[in-house]
Antibody, heavy 120, light 107 residues
Framework: EVKLLESGGGLVQPGGSLKLSCAAS????????MSWVRQAPGKGLEWIGEINPDSSTINYTPSLKDKFIISRDNAKNTLYLQMSKVRSEDTALYYCARPGYGSSSWFAYWGQGTLVTVSA | DILLTQSPAILSVSPGERVSFSCRASQSIGTSIHWYQQRTNGSPRLLIK???ESISGIPSRFSGSGSGTDFTLSINSVESEDIADYYCQQSNSWPTTFGAGTKLELK
């Protein structure tokens, strides 16, 4: 069974940093592109970016490019999202998502999300 | 970026009714549209891929149609468990984008 489990969320002050993790199991993590998607309270879904299996290609949605760093450790079956210089508008539930196959852009599997709250 | 406009924002239905959700793209995207359901406090769940392709484990009452700029997700006979938010996503043009969603509520 495919499982994605995010962690690392919490309260962070404006201007601060936070690193989120997504532990994957039930599939060969090293063969899949992985994405991060966020959802502000009461709002819709926003794709943050993606990373390919060997970390040689990392893409970010342009408006968020300078705020996030996506990385992965295939030995640990874990995806990461480093957030920096956070602002109140970064308050959201952060999901990791796996495509249906390889590099497809539709997301068959989602974690339960980890909540990041930016507040002084 | 491609803008996806979902309408209406809220749909009110009675159990057993047929309901349709609309998703319109700001430019032609072929059939690269995917639909998700998100129940309250739940994660998104993939319902339909590439406009009309079914997903294993999803009830057959869910179907999708459309191509180009206009897409529709239909629920043949709504059940109470279908009460949720529904989102479309396009993957034709980078970056992938989502619509703002349609909330399905019971009358």
């Amino acid at each position: 069974e495919v499982k994605l489990l995010e962690s690392g969320g919490g309260l962070v002050q404006p201007g601060g940093s936070l690193k989120l993790s997504c532990a994957a199991s039930g599939f060969d993590f090293s063969r899949y592109w992985m994405s991060w998607v966020r959802q502000a309270p009461g709002k819709g879904l926003e794709w943050i970016g993606e990373i390919n299996p060997d970390s040689s290609t990392i893409n970010y949605t342009p408006s968020l490019k300078d705020k996030f760093i996506i990385s992965r450790d295939n030995a640990k079956n874990t995806l990461y999202l480093q957030m920096s210089k956070v602002r109140s508008e970064d308050t959201a539930l952060y999901y990791c998502a796996r495509p249906g196959y390889g590099s497809s852009s539709w997301f068959a599997y989602w974690g339960q999300g980890t909540l990041v709250t930016v507040s002084a | 970026d491609i803008l996806l406009t979902q309408s209406p924002a809220i749909l009110s239905v009675s159990p057993g009714e047929r309901v349709s959700f609309s998703c319109r793209a700001s430019q032609s995207i072929g059939t690269s549209i995917h639909w998700y359901q998100q129940r309250t406090n739940g994660s998104p769940r993939l319902l339909i891929k590439y406009a009309s392709e079914s997903i294993s484990g999803i009830p057959s009452r869910f179907s999708g149609s459309g191509s180009g700029t206009d897409f529709t997700l239909s629920i043949n006979s709504v059940e109470s468990e279908d009460i949720a938010d529904y989102y479309c996503q396009q993957s034709n043009s980078w970056p992938t984008t989502f619509g703002a969603g349609t909330k399905l509520e019971l009358k």
